[in-house]
Structure formats: structure tokens, C-alpha cells
């Protein structure tokens, strides 16, 4: 990988040699290995002894969960925060789990509406709850750094199954108790696409 970083900054018009420059190969080596360690998780090994019998079947919020994630269209980050909710049927995830969860899926290479549905599908199999709903809230630098279409760089994306999807009041709830910044996503509704069917 140094190589081809090594290319890149050549092709950028830069001089690979110079002081500045010349551990960079390595750092970027480094900083998108860690990025992309998502691919190498187990999530069984994640969950690892955190999944959990209970007699209880309200409402288990884990809200504003910071994520950082690297958009495939571009190789830029995007970033904000993820609102996970499941009722359990009769098991649940140890509640830290939740986030390194979402680390899982976010650092690969992504569409935002994928990672949204990952982290609700896997929640999903693993402990088959009455429902599960996932939101994210988004900024996509592939759009705001480059000064594309500003108002599209802020992404909203949902998934929702069971109760969420089905009833209405218990969808209402999640949303009341989650308070969006920005406008309510409709099940299964992409509010914004932030990098689809451009140059
Ligand atoms: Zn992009």
C-alpha cells in the first residue's frame, strides 16, 4: 500500500521524498488499515458472551452514538451520530455492545444507507427482538468539501422492522424520544442521498 501512496502523491503533483512527506506512505497505510478493521471483525466475537436472557420487553434506546465512516464513492469520511432502539423478545445485547457494533460496519468502505440497514439487520439475527429501528444522522465531506449541492451534505437514514415498522405509536415513541435535529425519516424513506449518481 506505501507504494501506491507513494504514486498517488506523485500523481497529485507533490514530491514523495520531501521531509514533510516521506513517512506519510506509512501513516495513511496505518490510518486506513484501522479505518477499514471492520472488515476483518467477527461480530460473534464482538457480541462474544454479551448476549443476554431477560424477562423485560420495553424499549432499549442507546442514543447519540458517534460513528466515523469512510463513504465508497470517494474515500472521504462521513460522520454523525447513530440512534439504536430494539424491544427484546426474549434476549438482549449487552448494552457497550451497541456501539462497537456500529464501529463494525462503519469502518469499511460504505453508503450511508447500507451501514444503517447492517447495524438493524444484525441486531435483528442475533437476538430476534419485537422490533428494531436504527437512525443516522450524517455529514458527508465528500459533498461539503467540494462544495456540491451544500444543502445534501447532512443525510438522514432509517431501518426499521417489527413493531417500529408495524405500529405507528411505537415508531412515534423512538422518534419523540430521539428528538432529530432535523426532519422526521419516514420508515424506510432515504431522506437524502448524499453521494449517489454523480461524477
Ligand atoms: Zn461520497
Known amino acids: 500500500m506505501q507504494e501506491l501512496i507513494r504514486q498517488l502523491l506523485a500523481e497529485l503533483g507533490e514530491d514523495p521524498s520531501r521531509e514533510g512527506l516521506v513517512d506519510t506512505p506509512k501513516r495513511v497505510e496505518k490510518a486506513y488499515k484501522f479505518l477499514t478493521s471492520g472488515y476483518d471483525a467477527d461480530i460473534d466475537r464482538v457480541l462474544n458472551n454479551a448476549l443476554f436472557t431477560v424477562d423485560y420487553s420495553e424499549m432499549v434506546i442507546v ?39 456500529v464501529d463494525v460496519f462503519a469502518r469499511r468502505l460504505q453508503v450511508q444507507e447500507r451501514l444503517t440497514n447492517q447495524i438493524a439487520d444484525t441486531i435483528r439475527d442475533k437476538i430476534a ?68 449518481g454523480e461524477e
Open 63 to 101: 442514543k447519540d452514538i458517534d460513528f466515523y465512516s469512510l463513504c465508497e464513492h470517494h474515500l472521504l469520511p462521513f460522520f454523525g451520530k447513530c440512534q439504536v432502539a430494539y424491544i427484546p423478545s426474549t434476549r438482549v445485547i449487552g448494552l457497550s455492545k451497541i456501539p462497537r457494533l
Open 129 to 196: 427482538p419485537l422490533g428494531v429501528a436504527v437512525v443516522m444522522e450524517a455529514t458527508h465531506l465528500c459533498m461539503s468539501m467540494r462544495g456540491v449541492e451544500k444543502q445534501n451534505s447532512f443525510a438522514v437514514t432509517s431501518a426499521m422492522h417489527g413493531a417500529f415498522r408495524d405500529n405507528a405509536r411505537t415508531r412515534m415513541e423512538f422518534l419523540e424520544l430521539i428528538k432529530l435535529r432535523s426532519a422526521v425519516p419516514g420508515v424506510r424513506e432515504p431522506a437524502g442521498y448524499a453521494c449517489v
